[in-house]
C-alpha cells in the first residue's frame, strides 16, 4: 500500500481499529452462537469472511471502508472456530481442528506473498523515485486478496453439512434432535449409542433455565474469575503470536523465512499440547507455557543488550512461537471444558472480544515502541508473562474430570482441589459418566 514513512503511521491504526470494531462484532455473534446455534452461526462467519475479502479488493484507497472491511474478519475469526471445535471439545479433536489454521495458513500466506511481491525496481527513472508504478503496484495486492476471497469461497458450503451441537440442542429442549445428531455421528464412527445416552440428555437439558446471556458470567464468583483469568491468558497469548510475527520487521532477518519458521513452530506447537495437555493435565501445562515464554522474553532482552546476531534473535523468536502457540491451545481448550454448554460461546466471545482489543495495541507496542528501544516490545511481553502465568495456576484442572454442564455445576467446578497437585486422577463421577 506504500504506507511507509510519513504514512507508517495507517499500519497501526487500521489493525488498531479494525480489532477493536471486530471486538464489538465478536460479542455479537456470541450471543448469537447461544441463542440461535453453532451452525447458523458458522454461515454468518463464513459469509463475513467472504464478503470482507471482497470489500477489499477495492477497497484500498478508502481507508474507512478498507477498515470496516479487515474487521469483519476480526470479528469472526475467533467465535467461528469456538463454534466448530465446541462441538467436541476434548484435547485430540482441538489439536487437528488447530494445526491447520496454524500450520498451513501461516505457510501459505507466506508462499502467497513471496510469489505476489512488489516488483524490484528496475527503470527507475522511468517509473519514479520509488521505482514502482502505481498499476505494478496494485497487482500484487490484488492477487492476495483475490486468493484469499477464492480459499474462503469453498467453506460457505460447510455450514450445511456442519452437524447442529447435541448440547446446545439439549440445552434448547430439543433432545430428540440432538439424539438424532448423536446417532448420526456414532453411525459414522460404526459403533452404537450407549444405553445411558438419554439420562445424560435429561441431565442436560436441566440447563435450560439457565439461558441468561452474557449476565450468567456473573451468576457466581467462581465462573466470573474462571472467565477472567482465560481471557487474561488468551490476550497474551494472542498478542505474543502477532507481536513475533510483526518482530521480524526490526530484527535483520530475512522476514519470509523468519515468518515460515514461526509457522512451523506453531504446527509442532499443537502437537505437544496434546500430549502435555493429556499426561500432564491443562493447568500445569499452561503455566509452564507462558512461563517459558516470559523467560524467553527476558532472554531476548538480554541478546539485543549485548548485540548478538539477527540469526540468534530469529531462533529465540521462534521458540518463543512455539510455546506461545502451545498455551493458547491450551487456554483454548481450558475456556471449553470450564464453560458449560449454555454460556460456553458466549464466554468464547468475550474472551476473544478482550484479546481483539489487546491485540490492537501490539502495532504501537512492536513498531513505535521497537523503534525507541528494540529490548521494550519483548521487556514488556515477558513480564506480562511471569505475571500470568503465576494468575492462570489458579484455574482449575478439567482432565479427567466431570465437566460443568449448568451454572450450578459451574459454580462448584473446582472448589476444594489442593492447589499443589500433580497427578491426574479420575475422581469416581467421572468414571460412572464414561
Keep these: ?11 497501526s491504526d487500521v489493525m488498531f481499529y479494525a480489532q477493536n470494531i471486530g471486538a464489538v462484532l465478536g460479542l455479537l455473534l456470541g450471543y448469537m452462537g447461544d441463542m440461535y446455534g453453532r451452525r447458523p452461526l458458522q454461515l454468518a462467519c463464513v459469509v463475513m469472511h467472504v464478503v470482507s475479502r471482497v470489500a477489499m479488493l477495492f477497497t484500498p484507497s478508502l481507508l474507512p471502508l478498507f477498515v470496516v ?3 469483519l ?16 471439545y476434548r484435547s485430540c479433536a482441538r489439536c487437528w481442528a488447530k494445526l491447520g489454521p496454524r500450520s498451513k ?6 508462499a502467497l506473498a513471496s510469489i505476489a511481491r512488489n516488483p524490484r525496481p528496475i527503470e527507475a527513472k522511468e517509473k519514479g523515485s520509488l521505482g514502482i508504478s502505481d498499476s505494478d503496484r496494485q497487482l500484487p495486492d490484488q492477487m492476495r486478496f483475490a486468493f484469499s476471497t477464492a480459499g ?22 430439543r433432545e430428540e434432535e440432538a439424539l438424532g445428531v448423536l446417532r448420526r455421528i456414532a453411525a459414522t464412527n460404526g459403533s452404537s449409542l450407549p444405553p445411558f445416552t438419554l439420562q445424560v440428555l435429561h441431565r442436560v437439558a436441566k440447563a435450560k433455565r439457565d439461558r441468561v446471556g452474557y449476565l450468567g458470567i456473573f451468576s457466581s464468583w467462581n465462573l466470573f474469575k474462571n472467565t477472567l483469568l482465560l481471557a487474561m491468558a488468551r490476550s497474551l497469548c494472542w498478542m505474543t503470536v502477532l507481536a513475533l510475527v510483526l518482530s521480524v520487521g526490526i530484527i535483520s532477518v530475512n522476514p519470509l523465512v523468519a515468518v515460515s519458521a514461526q509457522a512451523m513452530a506453531q504446527a509442532a506447537s499443537v502437537l505437544l499440547q496434546h500430549y502435555c495437555g493429556t499426561h500432564f ?8 507455557c507462558l512461563a517459558l515464554v516470559g523467560l524467553l522474553g527476558a532472554l531476548c532482552v538480554v541478546l539485543l543488550t549485548v548485540g548478538v546476531p539477527s540469526v540468534a534473535m530469529a531462533v529465540v523468536m521462534m521458540v518463543m512461537q512455539f510455546w506461545s502457540s502451545a498455551g493458547s491451545a491450551v487456554i483454548n481448550l481450558q475456556s471449553i471444558e470450564v464453560h458449560p454448554t449454555c454460556l460456553r460461546q458466549i464466554t468464547a466471545s468475550v474472551e476473544c472480544t478482550v484479546a481483539a482489543v489487546c491485540m490492537s495495541l501490539v502495532p504501537y507496542i512492536v513498531f513505535q515502541g521497537g523503534s525507541v528501544d528494540r529490548r521494550l ?18 484455574l482449575p484442572e478439567t482432565a479427567l474430570q466431570r465437566l460443568p454442564e449448568s451454572l450450578q455445576d459451574a459454580a462448584e467446578f473446582g472448589r476444594g482441589r489442593p492447589y499443589w497437585s500433580w ?7 467421572y468414571v460412572q459418566g464414561q
Excluded at 105 to 110: A, I, N, R
Excluded at 281 to 288: C, F, K, L, M, T
Excluded at 381 to 391: F, Q, R, T, Y
Excluded at 423 to 429: H, N, V, W
Design 377 to 394: 516490545p519483548f521487556a514488556i511481553l515477558s513480564a506480562m508473562h511471569l505475571l500470568v502465568a503465576l494468575s492462570v495456576s489458579f
Design 152 to 173: 474462503r469461497r469453498g467453506l460457505v458450503e460447510i455450514p450445511w453439512w456442519f452437524p447442529e451441537s447435541p448440547r446446545w440442542l439439549t440445552c434448547r429442549g
Design 105 to 110: 495458513g501461516c505457510f501459505k500466506t507466506d
Design 73 to 88: 474478519v476480526g470479528g469472526a475469526v475467533g467465535v467461528m472456530l469456538e463454534s466448530a471445535v465446541s462441538v467436541v
Design 281 to 288: 493435565g491443562r493447568r500445569w501445562s499452561n503455566v509452564a
Design 69 to 71: 472491511a479487515e474487521s
Design 1 to 11: 500500500m506504500n504506507w511507509v514513512c510519513d504514512d507508517m503511521h495507517i499500519v
Design 423 to 429: 497427578r491426574l486422577i479420575a475422581p469416581p463421577s
